[in-house]
């Protein structure tokens, strides 16, 4: 999420800041093709140490913080693939939460990455995939913002490579590397700063709307929070550079608004239908039940505190501040160095004036509604406490992530400083004039020297300050953990004689955001090819709200429980005509139950409630066509 906005101080010739926001020069030579393959692969081998954990044993390997998040986006690879191969609509699918299915568009479905990436998914299978796309996604975020770095703001290569690190390595990006990929698919959003920025570009407002407007649609594929916190982002940007540019924002206003309007509305016309079916399909919903997100601000001393997947990081430290979001984290070499670097900056630059009010404005809106220190909520209101909860659009975002912002802001603030400090793009300092005050020191040769010597020794010391900030935070591999593989029955395909066409499996337990995690993966690694009852998503409830997963019934509740008492309960009649009212309304054939650590209980369940199981291959059965 770059703000790529340029200082003119910083070009080789004076250029105003006025025209450079809007239309920043062309090099005027072209940029060494070695700095730019160094730097990406730089930046590679970062994504595949971020993700080295996984490799070890790629196809039996999750998160071990978010667990049930992998495991949901290694389905969503599965689900891009299944729908390109059966050429079958991908907004929508009963492949999981079998029969009422799952509106694709109103979750976090990837599709702008798994339907292109279909054919890979078919011939590697969604977990390989799931961790080559996660290293691939950090690398060519930090890839572009590198590039719009480079080329839009900075002479210094060196501060675009530390920039560019920052934007797709910082330890917000990374901590979301945790099950989350679409939050570290932030590749398109740099180019889409870079885009915003140019719309006022006198004459060419034909070109530069539709190439924002095609960035923009295929980002709501991707993520869309992410380009809401864009658009917000951007929204500033363009309001700050008014204020302190009015003559030039006045000039290139209609330019502006003619791009940004046919951007618009080509964005528009490409992704009208997906955003209907997203508030009005089937399994659609409004808000989420009692607004979860509300709550979730940012603790004031997470953003002095090294994150926990970085090498200066303490897993002992996350537990007191919070274990939910780490999107700051920036530790407090960090945090003093963007704040001298602002301080520097700010009198002489556009861009550091700017990335100012980011920094201030998103760090206040992320506190949330009570202001956090250290774990412990404090007397004192945060922004949020005065703002309704069911507002459109603002009930469905997490306050903390709003600080993704500053994490963009930094990194762009980090390209700047280093920039100015390494001196690129200024003339060389004169030399003194001969006969004038030679033997002087304040006027003469040793003066001078003295003089360049100084800046000489406070750039470098603030060149080692930036890096004695940044090094703390490279990544550590992502931690990971060990699941069982699906049983031998799923994967060899000993289930086909048992389920028919429009036939569900149950498998036990019915997956859900809590339960069920390896039984959701039986779905994703047969390629969807049966589907189930319950799931991983979020759909509405009985009064439309959304929720995570779907509505228990009555025998999917009391598998639950049985496995939080891990005991069966007493069993009755009553019991027994739920459990076959739940199989019909699930359409179900057969109930799997595979190995696992509560196997021996839910056998006995499933027993009381459904009679005696078959033991076929590596898995118990209960073969239910004749009962629903």
């Not at 995570?548 to 009649?573: K, Q």
């Amino acid at each position: 999420m770059a703000v790529p906005v340029v200082d003119p101080s910083l070009n080789p010739s004076p250029v105003e800041a006025d025209a450079v926001v809007a239309d920043p020069p062309r090099r005027a030579r072209r940029r060494p093709a070695r700095a730019d393959v160094l730097a990406i692969g730089a930046y590679v081998l970062l994504g595949v140490l971020v993700c080295l954990n996984y490799w070890g044993d790629v196809e039996n390997r999750v998160s071990s913080h978010l667990p049930t998040d992998h495991s949901w986006f290694e389905w969503l690879f599965a689900h891009g693939a299944y729908s390109v191969q059966h050429l079958e609509n991908p907004l929508f699918t009963t492949r999981q939460n079998a029969p009422d299915g799952v509106n694709m568009m109103a979750n976090t479905s990837l599709l702008g990455v798994t339907l292109p990436l279909a054919p890979l998914t078919l011939l590697l299978g969604p977990q390989v995939m799931y961790a080559l796309y996660l290293g691939a996604a950090l690398s060519a975020t930090a890839a572009t913002s590198y590039w719009v770095l480079s080329r839009h703001l900075v002479r210094s290569r060196a501060g675009a490579f530390v920039g560019g690190a920052f934007l797709g390595f910082a330890p917000g990006i990374v901590h979301h590397a945790n099950g989350q990929p679409n939050f570290v698919s932030n590749f398109l959003l740099p180019l889409i700063v870079a885009r915003v920025l140019r719309l006022g570009e006198p004459g060419r407002w034909r070109r530069n709307g539709p190439a924002l407007g095609l960035l923009v649609a295929y980002q709501i594929f991707i993520n869309e929070e992410m380009l809401l916190l864009t658009a917000l982002a951007c929204l500033v940007v363009v309001v700050a550079y008014a204020v302190q540019r009015p003559r030039a924002a006045r000039e290139r206003a209609g330019s502006f608004v003619a791009a940004l309007g046919l951007g618009g509305g080509l964005a528009l016309l490409l992704t009208a239908y997906p955003i209907w079916f997203q508030f009005n399909g089937p399994q659609s919903y409004r808000g989420l039940q009692g607004g979860v997100f509300h709550n979730w601000g940012e603790d004031l001393v997470a953003f002095v505190t090294f994150a926990r997947d970085t090498i200066a990081g303490d897993e002992a430290v996350e537990k007191t501040i919070g274990l939910t979001e780490q999107n700051t984290w920036f530790g407090w070499p960090l945090v003093l160095v963007a704040l001298a670097a602002l301080v520097l900056l700010v009198r002489r630059s556009v861009p550091a004036r700017i990335l100012a009010v980011l920094v201030v404005l998103f760090t206040i809106a992320s506190i949330g509604p009570v202001v956090r220190f250290n774990g412990a909520e404090t007397d004192i209101d945060g922004p949020w406490a005065y703002v309704p909860d069911d507002l459109p659009l603002v009930e469905m975002m997490m306050p903390t992530r709003l600080s993704l912002v500053v994490v963009a802001a930094v990194g762009v603030l980090l390209a700047l400083a280093w920039d100015a400090l390494a001196g690129a793009g200024r003339p060389p300092v004169p030399a003194p004039r001969s006969g004038a005050d030679d033997g002087g020191d304040d006027d003469g040769d040793g003066g001078t020297a003295a003089r360049e010597t100084r800046r000489r020794v406070l750039r470098l010391a603030g060149l080692v300050a930036i890096a004695a900030a940044v090094l703390p935070l490279i990544p550590r591999p992502l931690p990971a953990e060990r699941i069982d593989p699906p049983p031998h029955f799923i994967t060899a395909g000993g289930w086909r004689p048992y389920v028919p066409e429009g036939r569900t499996l149950v498998p036990v337990p019915i997956p859900s955001n809590v339960h069920g995690l390896h039984t959701l993966r039986w779905s994703a690694l047969t390629g969807h090819e049966f589907p189930i009852p319950g799931g991983y998503f979020i759909g509405p409830n009985e009064r439309g709200e959304g929720v995570f997963g779907a509505p228990n019934r009555p025998t999917s509740t009391l598998i639950y429980s049985t496995m939080d008492a891990n005991e069966v309960p007493e069993i009755t009649e009553e019991n027994r005509r739920q459990a076959v009212d739940d199989l019909r309304f699930w359409r179900a054939s057969v109930v799997v139950l595979g190995a696992g650590p509560r196997e021996a209980v839910l056998r006995d369940l499933m027993a009381e409630l459904l009679g005696p199981p078959q033991r076929v291959d590596d898995v118990w059965i209960w073969d239910v066509r004749d009962r629903v």
